[in-house]
DNA sequence: ATACTAGTTGCAAATCATTTGCATTTATGA
DNA sequence: TCATAAATGCAAATGATTTGCAACTAGTAT
């Protein structure tokens, strides 16, 4: 995690380190709340939270993921891969599926008014079964 | 846009309609506020206009879409595409392929956990060729 | 090791999108 | 035309996220 921060330009202080550690674990996105109630260190403010997410999520190492939730929720960018999500009790699976990511690194060049695209999010939305 | 509302059990209030018909004409997706500075009918309160479109988005006549700002977008669910946002500019392109939805398809037979999957919601970011 | 400096953080207060309670109004079916 | 559940307006509440500013600290140069 450390050189992960240097690599970026970013300064390798105690809350980055421990909040990309509690996003690593995390098997799920986390929003700012959840990282927050995971931080054992507590001299780590809520707003430290929020400005870590916010600023690491402008580099390459977090990244945003859509959950149709009230609040924004992110994840280590080099976990990236797809979600389903429960839109009745919140479930979220993940998706792998290699046909995804050709299709869409093939969209990528597609564009006329886009001379690059950087990411993409991809999400589904359901009932799963327990629910139903 | 009296009978898409009737049809899913609405009633056509006037509100709903005027919504309707600027999520109909607009090019780009939109937010309660968006929608809410070209409803000419000014007996029609804020309020309403965050009601329409949290009510008409749990069933399936608008859909919430993802453009990673600060309020929540909304699209008629009829005019379903993904697109590539600016995250410079916040210019919204319309993306096209028929390849895609073929893939997101096929997806939604794959999952262990979910029986059905009602919808996908996916976005492109990247900076368009005037803001680079 | 020590000092410097820009980048970080804590705290409290401010913001701002969205939601809610409740009284009033209205669309629709009988 | 009437009854009634659904929809709306208004004002106040909520809750996630942001901001100003003073105090702190990681990384670098000395």
Redesign the interface.
Known sequence: MRNLLKGKGYKATPARIEILDILNKSKKPLNAELVYQKIKNKNINKTTVYRTLSSLSESEILK?V?L?KDSVFFELQNKHHHH?I??DCD?V?D?E?I??EK??S???I?????????????????????C?
């Open positions: 945003i859509d149709h389903i429960c839109t479930l699976e998706i599926n046909e995804v299709v869409l093939k969209i990528k597609s564009s006329s008014k886009f001379k690059n695209i950087k990411e993409h999010s991809l999400e589904f939305f359901g009932i799963c079964k327990e139903s």
